[in-house]
């Protein structure tokens, strides 16, 4: 068994440097096999450099007055698998971590933290990259994910793939910690694999698809850090959900994991964890006892994370590619490689929801049988630590035959409002669906939740046929996003890519809670750039003249648009170049009646809405 899960990995490496060798049904080896395939960055052939040379920093994005707003652009590389996290005792304080990758040989892969500290109204990028000491080279890694906790420090966690000075791989897991909002970090490893070759010779673990959550209550055990990860131990021929609790207060992050999963099970993979008020920690995972029928699972520990209950089932996921017999229909623009279900269990903490309720999403195209109807999201919920689930809902209401929604996220607002998010194909005109929007939906009734309302919170669609190349070097989006909340927001983060080349930016929107249909985007938005900040309009309330101060890093050129509340233009100042500085623009729609206006300032950079009250 042991030969046989290292030649199957040594078919990952091999693929890596343009190599094919036929499959193995050894589950562990296509786990480690799709793991290594996810996360290696720069490919091990003499591959033509695929690195950015014609890229045009300088192009503006143009884009209609809607939600989204672009976190991000690096001009140097791709940037995926977006996760942000909200400081818990300074909501103004939000993070937002990406893996970026630019191919080559030089720097091929990063990753890339952005920070605010006035609740998205200005950004800056961490000088923090995550990369090695000089004495090894990165070939790959990714999954960043965040954590507040309760002290209000933030911890990262992360997986670099390196090759060292004697020419052996290692997979290491970080943990940085930041205790200034994000700006800046300290790093160290704190697991790192048996050195192997390029055909896995000495290889016996791989960790992958952690989440974290930290308990911020005064209970037992507050305080305590729960890293959730998949263990592929290759040495033992298993497989295993598992554990790894530190505290805040620890000086040092050691990887001492528990298993939650048993031995027993053919497959295990994706992990999500959450708690509730009483401190029960609840893991969420995909997997399969026998191979034949997979399924959302979830365990719970009410010690701390010491022992967790047996598996408990929250429904039967049809995974594309494992499920015995399944047809092998891939979602275009996400690698047949990438391809998970992508479960997400999240607790309402509320007062005013249903406390203690479990949701958990996930994307499938069935439950027990392939249903032609396209890839949909699922939710079920429990109300009663777990143990029983209510019957799977299809989430998106499209009534398109085989439009694909897909990677979905969710969150509970703090007065209980379940809230999701994902990528939706229902706004192509043909068969293709090539073009997919990132969508919001979300329920104010809480006694029967109802997702009918939902709608695009991007501008304008992503062509999916082409986000993998040639930039970001057939990685495409990764298969998460993550979603934060206060009282009257949810702020989802979300990558895609409007020129259609590859180069995935970070996009966020900030979508009020109140139950009102958004659907032809006018809000305050917020671009995430640390090269445009725009301070707040002046007088507000005003008669119909006011101000905007626009501070500008870099030069570019602006053009102002102002809109009423039916999307209709009232008023425009034509594109023009703005120097390096602070700019004060005083705008005049005292001939216009309409109680409100939304301003919306056009740049290199990418677009920053404003609401005016006139009165």
């Not at 209609?64 to 909200?86: C, N, P, R, T, W």
């Not at 960790?207 to 729960?226: A, H, P, R, T």
């Not at 959450?274 to 034949?292: F, K, M, Q, R």
């Amino acid at each position: 068994m042991k030969n046989r899960i290292l030649s199957l990995v040594a078919v990952a490496i091999m693929l890596f440097a343009g190599v094919f060798t036929a499959n193995s049904q050894n589950v562990i080896k296509e786990r480690v096999k799709r793991a290594l395939n996810e996360k290696m960055f720069m490919k091990l052939s003499k591959e033509k450099d695929r690195t950015r040379k014609d890229f045009d920093t300088d192009k503006i994005r143009e884009r209609d007055l809607k939600l989204d707003i672009q976190v991000a652009d690096d001009e140097e590389g791709s940037e995926a698998e977006i996760f942000a996290a909200i400081n818990p005792k300074d909501s103004n304080n939000i993070v937002v971590s990406a893996i970026n990758f630019r191919g080559g040989f030089v720097k091929p892969m990063s990753i890339s933290t952005y920070y605010t500290y006035d609740f998205g109204t200005t950004w800056q990028k961490s000088e923090f990259d995550g990369l090695p000491t000089p004495t090894t080279s990165m070939f790959g890694g990714g999954d960043p994910v965040l954590v507040y906790d309760k002290e209000g420090n933030l911890h990262l966690t992360y997986i670099t793939l390196e090759l060292n000075a004697s020419f052996m791989f290692n997979e290491y897991f970080y943990h940085a910690v930041s205790k200034d909002g994000g700006k800046t970090w300290t790093t160290s490893p704190f697991f790192k694999s048996t050195g192997f070759d390029a055909q896995l010779n000495g290889i016996e673990e791989f960790l992958d698809k952690q989440w974290m959550v930290c308990d911020n209550s005064d209970g037992e055990f507050g305080g305590n850090i729960y890293l959730g990860l998949v263990n592929l131990n290759i040495k033992d021929s298993v497989s295993n959900i598992q554990i790894n609790v530190t505290h805040a207060s620890d000086s040092v992050y050691v990887y001492e994991p528990v298993n939650v999963t048993p031995d027993s099970f053919f497959f295990v993979q994706f992990t999500s964890v959450d708690i509730d008020e009483s401190g029960n920690l609840y893991v969420g995972y995909i997997g399969s006892p026998d191979s034949l029928k997979y399924y959302f699972y979830n365990s719970v520990s009410q010690d701390g994370g010491k022992t967790f209950s047996d598996p408990r089932k929250i429904s039967e996921v049809y995974y594309t590619g494992f499920t015995k017999g399944s047809k092998k229909d891939y979602i275009v623009g996400i690698s047949k490689q990438r391809y998970f279900p992508s479960p997400y269990i999240v607790i309402d903490k509320s007062e005013d929801g249903n406390p203690n309720r479990i949701y958990a999403t996930w994307t499938a195209p069935g439950i027990e049988k392939f249903e032609e109807t396209g890839y949909d999201i699922y939710l079920s919920y429990s109300d009663d630590l777990g143990v029983n689930w209510s019957e799977p809902m299809i989430v998106n209401n499209d009534s398109k035959a085989g439009a694909d929604q897909f990677y979905s996220c969710i969150n509970v607002s703090p007065k209980g409002i379940p809230i999701l998010t994902f990528y939706d194909k229902r706004a192509n005109s043909d068969s293709t669906n090539h073009l997919t929007n990132y969508y919001v939906t979300y329920s104010t009734n809480l006694e029967d939740i109802d997702f009918s309302l939902q709608y695009p919170i991007t501008s304008e669609p992503t062509d999916f046929a082409k986000i993998q190349k040639p930039i970001n070097q057939d990685f495409g989006i990764g298969e998460y996003n993550k979603m934060v909340t206060t009282e009257h927001f949810a702020i989802p983060f979300w990558g895609d890519n409007r020129d259609n080349d590859g180069d995935i930016n970070i996009y966020m929107a900030l979508v009020p809670l109140d139950g009102v249909d958004y659907s032809v985007g006018l809000n305050e938005i917020n671009l995430v750039s640390d090269n445009i900040s725009v301070g707040k309009i002046y007088p507000n309330p005003s008669s119909g003249v006011f101000n905007i101060d626009i501070d500008l890093k870099k030069a570019t050129d602006v053009k102002i648009e102002v809109f009423d509340v039916l999307g209709k233009m009232i008023y425009q100042r034509d594109k023009s170049k703005y120097s390096q500085g602070k700019h004060s623009v005083k705008i005049n729609v005292e001939n216009h009646k309409t109680e409100n206006c939304f301003v919306l300032i056009k740049t290199n950079y990418g677009n920053i809405v404003r609401k005016v009250v006139l009165k």
